[in-house]
């Protein structure tokens, strides 16, 4: 059911693109500067292109631009995780460090924790 709902809604999305792209056929002129600062600088490159992929290519870096500065974003917890793995597995080789260290016979602590009941 679920692959279903995913395929009508990617169906769905790629009929509103296409509607999108062909109400708008019509060829925009893109300037790379403003008209008065590329005369001053002798610089005049323009492009001209149907609306439709102006519009989708501002999409695609709108998210291109969104998912790098999520990525910047989340490199601190990256970063305490690796950190935090890292301790574990030092925290991990103390412990098996420990349980194989030979244990004094007369510790009543480790009699108690242990449930020997000799010091009762």
Known sequence: MLRFLRIL???LLGIVLLAVASANLAPVT???LPKDMAAVLGLDYQIELPLFVVIFAGILAGLGIGFIWEWFREAKHRAALADHKR???QLRREVSKLRTESRKPNDEVLALLEGDGATR
């Open 30 to 32: 893109l300037h790379a």
């Open 9 to 11: 809604f990617l169906a």
């Open 87 to 89: 301790e574990a597995g």
